[in-house]
């Protein structure tokens, strides 16, 4: 079975940054190929791995209820909404990628969810890393998209604030019984050693600090200039020392 890396924390914390680095780091290590899913509606994990998705499961979706009259004779929807989720990955040499994108109009995603839950299922089993790319809140870790998660990695910028948010991600774990084996926080952006009151609400959280990056000027330059995070190079610092924990959030 696959293992299921995915982030959570609040909005430009550096979850797709975290995302894309771990994909990087598991084709360096030949766990290929990666599942890569982009599961925040707006979504940016194609750019920061250089793949440009041709459609994703939103559009899909949207196209299959236009043609619904018109599903051939003896398939079921399911199966024809699989044969759609096949589509809609993009493949490359080391990474697979599947953009979730978003529902037409208002109204809430359960539809989209409901896909996702049952491709993720049936797709974990083909390949040995699976890592999904959240947006930003709470709400997705509340409509359960993934049965199991290995590796929860709560994302936070250097404040106690942030650190406080971050407990209370964690909490909505416990209180949702969500099925996850491993839970970190990785501390992002951080000017120099982490303040002593940031480390004191880190440990009311319940979380372990798996790490603390410092701000990167080489990767905030190549991501304002629209160059792939995967492209930076082994020698950058966020990359290196990630590299360093990625070995216990992988598993
Ligand atoms: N360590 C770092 N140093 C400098 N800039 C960083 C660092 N980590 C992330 N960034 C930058 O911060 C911005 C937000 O990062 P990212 O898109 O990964 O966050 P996110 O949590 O996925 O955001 P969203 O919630 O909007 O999806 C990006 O411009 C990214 O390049
Ligand atoms: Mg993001």
Redesign the pocket.
Known sequence: MSKLIASA??????????AALTIKYLVSQGKTPVFAVDA?P?Y?LGDALGIAAETNIGLLREEFMDERATIPAGMSKNALLERQMQAAVQETKDIDLLVMGRQEGPGCYCALNDVLRNFLDMATGSYPYVVV?N??GMEHLSRRTTRRIDSLVV?AEHSVKAARAAGRINQLVDELKLDVDRRFLLL??VPGEPAPEVLAEIENSGLELIQA?????E??RA??EGRPIVELPASNP?YDSLAGVLPRIVG
């Open positions: 924390g609040k909005g430009g914390t550096g979850k797709s940054t975290l925040d707006n940016t790319d947006e930003a994302v992002n952006k990056l410092p701000y990167d000027e990767l905030a991501d304002a966020t």
